[in-house]
């Protein structure tokens, strides 16, 4: 559903995206880690069209998100890892434009959005501008408007930031009951315990170069930590490099 | 106590140092050139006109005098404004606020440092664009260094002056209302007193200057300005301390500078002491949840939706989108404010044209001027795109990345903010037009000439600002609006200017012939319609060039950033 194939991303003065190549299946969860400027960031923001990589491809769905840009992101749900949004428009009223850019059928656009406001506990807000938001409204905001269009892919940078606890496993049901449904997601985080949990497969990335990828037990055998947590594999593979 | 105020400007003085980038090298002597150009226009002038006035007999000095009092009274007007804009933000408005109470200084040294750096903001372009005023008078009345000295002294106490009252009632103001709303406030009263200012002076009607049986009103007017000169007013002292520089009696000059500084010291005083008991209360109150100031404007019952559900489903959300963020930010009520008024004066200013006083035969003189009104409500235009269009992509800030990511091309986001924005002036600049040319009685070939070449100006505009801005975008500002005075904003206006003048110079031969030949009688000659079609033509290729390379230059960069 998802492949990168020798992705490359070099900002001039930095090498941000090392010739990144990866899979990952329909229905799968894929989990994104690394230290703080590995190139995470960067591979979610051309994943999501909105940067275009220096060399190399990525392929949503066998669509190439480069050369049908607007094809792939009818698909992709792309939820960013800060915030921002029109914050003179109300919660109902930004939904409502995400669903008229990607065209969710008219007659259902009002009920789901009611929905998600509802399962996101923003329905008492709804009427309120943007601005009146709190941090953890507006990130459960936008996981609410990237599930308007039923995306096949998900692809999220630090879901859980600004979220209560209550939240975070709201959104991580829902991720889960996403992959259920056969839709892929790609997530990247800092939290590790989520990623434990949440994740079929998970990357390592650092300095650009995917140093490692598997189940957590794979990543322990290729770390050589035993049984080990995630953290500790995490920062073993990391200090290897 | 200095020290803790010197650490808290350090992050503003350090951002302000030149850039080692060559762009930014490039775009610093763009602007420092431009700068030029308008400081040594405004010395020309008024040197010019200072001379003249010293070659009228009797009334000279006193003209002299009167156009100083009302530029300082001027200079302190556009200080005040800029200063309560500038408090409001410094104080209780900007983003890193949180981070610097968060710090172990007091509330007086917070409120001292952003103090200088909002009196600095408000006044050095004020303080840059008097200078030439100030010089020419020095050097019309053979002023002496200590004019100068005294002079320069005088225009900072002017300025801390305006600077100190502003921050005195913004203080006042916050520790009141909310700082939001406080801002909506100051800034629709501003205008509006602008716009009264615009409007009296309008109805003073200076056209009658040049009639000589109006004189007598003139000398009531010059008695009735007088009036502006009270002894408790800081202008007035700021004035005199001028004026008597300039005649080098030092010490009326010197009392007058010792008037002002006392009380730049006494207001410096009274705010530090006002800003220890209530600074910190009014900025805890502007951390409140913003609320909306009105109810959602629906035009008798209908939302924008149903309004608008003739457009398709990207471009009508694009558009609901931009008009409720337009409408529900209150400090762009203002400029609408301001719009209507200009184009008021504008069509004013024609209606009062003495045509039929004026010695030259009316027919061509109406004409004449309507081929002029073609140039200036391009021009009218121009400045209200700068405003409106050109930020008009910057306008989306840091929420980008939804366009971004949404399944539409950039060059249907462009081309949709393009067509947001070109209905509307059309349609403005259209009626600007015919309302002007019917006030100017012209013939029907001047209305269908000016109709259409507004008809395609306005696209050409309206593109080169959607794609200037697209091209030299800033989604991290945290007043977009502002962008109409960055690099690419007055870029816009200079080649807008340049289209607009190359349009009506390729008009304005061809026409002149026609008028000639039908004011003689005479048909026009092969080579004069040649001259004509091809005249016309580029001025049509000029224009559809104008709409789509911007564009296009403004979809690429957008792509590759």
Known sequence: MIELKELTKDYGTTLAVDNLSLRVSAGEIYGFIGPNGAGKTTTIRMMGGIIEPTAGSIMIAGINVHKNPVAAKKIIGFVPDRPFLYEKLTGMEFLKFIGDLYRVDLSSLYRKSEELLKQFSLWDWANEIIEAYSHGMKQRLIIAAALLHDPKVMVIDEPMVGLDPEAVRMVRDILKGLAAQNVTVFVSTHTLSLAEDLCDRIGVIHKGTLIAQGTVAELNLAAKTGEARLEEVFLTLVREV | ?561
């Open chain 2, 1 to 561: 106590m200095i020290n803790a105020v010197w650490t808290l400007l350090t992050p503003r003085l350090l951002s302000a140092r030149p850039s080692v980038q060559n762009n930014r090298r490039s775009r610093f002597f763009f602007f420092f050139f431009i700068g030029l150009i308008f400081w040594t226009g405004a010395f020309l002038i008024f040197y010019r006109v200072l001379t003249y006035f010293q070659s009228v007999q009797d009334f000279g000095d006193i003209l002299a005098m009167k156009l100083l009092s009302m530029m300082i009274i001027t200079f302190f007007t556009l200080l005040l404004f800029s200063s309560i804009i500038n408090s409001l933000s410094h104080l209780y408005l900007s983003r890193d606020l949180s981070l610097l109470h968060s710090l172990p200084v007091s509330v007086v040294d917070i409120f001292r440092s952003r103090w200088l750096v909002s009196a600095f903001d408000s006044s050095w372009m004020v303080v840059a664009f008097s200078l030439p005023v100030f010089l020419s008078y020095g050097l019309v009345y053979h002023a002496g260094i200590f004019y100068y000295l005294i002079t320069f002294t005088a225009i900072v106490c002017m300025c801390m002056i305006a600077s100190a009252l502003s921050s005195m009632v913004v203080l006042l103001g916050a520790a009141i209302l909310p700082a939001g709303k406080i801002r909506t406030l100051f800034v629709i009263l501003g205008v509006l007193l602008a716009v009264l200012l615009v409007v009296v002076l309008r109805l003073i009607q200076p056209e009658q200057l040049v009639n000589p049986d109006s004189f007598a009103s003139v000398v009531l007017y010059l008695n009735s300005v007088q009036a502006l000169n009270l002894p408790y007013l800081p202008t007035t002292w700021i004035t005199d301390t001028v004026r008597f520089a300039l005649k080098s009696e030092w010490s009326s000059s010197g009392l007058n500078l010792a008037l002002s500084t006392s009380f730049v010291l006494f207001l410096l005083f009274i705010n530090e002491t006002t800003a220890g008991i209530i600074y910190f209360r009014g900025f805890s109150r502007a951390q409140t949840t913003p609320k909306r100031l009105f109810k959602p404007v629906t035009l008798g019952g209908k939302s924008w939706e149903v309004l608008l559900n003739f457009l398709s489903r990207p471009a009508r959300a694009f558009a609901v989108k931009e008009l409720r963020s337009f409408f529900r930010d209150s400090t762009q009520w203002p400029q609408l404010f301001l719009i209507c008024a200009l184009i008021v004066i504008y069509l004013y200013n024609f209606s009062v044209l003495p045509l039929d006083r004026a010695p030259i035969k009316t027919i061509y003189l109406q004409n004449v001027f309507s081929f002029l009104n073609v140039g200036l409500s391009a021009f009218v235009l121009s400045a209200i795109a700068a405003r409106f269009v050109f930020p008009a992509v910057s306008m989306e800030g840091e929420a980008f990345w939804i366009i971004q990511s949404a399944p539409v091309s950039m060059k249907t986001f462009l081309w949709i903010k393009f067509f947001l924005y070109y209905l509307p002036l059309l349609l403005l600049t259209e009626t600007l037009i015919v309302a002007s040319n019917i006030l100017l009685r012209v013939t029907p070939f001047m209305m269908f000439l000016s109709v259409l070449t507004i008809f395609f100006l306005v696209p050409a505009i309206v593109a080169l600002a959607v794609g200037l801005g697209a091209r030299y975008p800033d989604f991290k500002s945290e007043n977009p609006a502002m962008s109409a005075t960055s690099f690419g904003g007055v870029l816009f206006m200079l080649l807008s200017f340049s289209l607009i003048a190359s349009v009506i110079i390729l008009e304005a031969g061809p026409v002149y012939r026609i008028f000639m030949a039908e004011l003689h009688g005479q048909a026009l000659s092969v080579k004069q319609i040649i001259r004509l079609a091809l005249s016309f033509s580029f001025a049509l290729f000029l224009c559809i060039f104008a709409v789509f390379y911007p564009m296009k230059l403004g979809e690429k960069h957008l792509l590759k950033r």
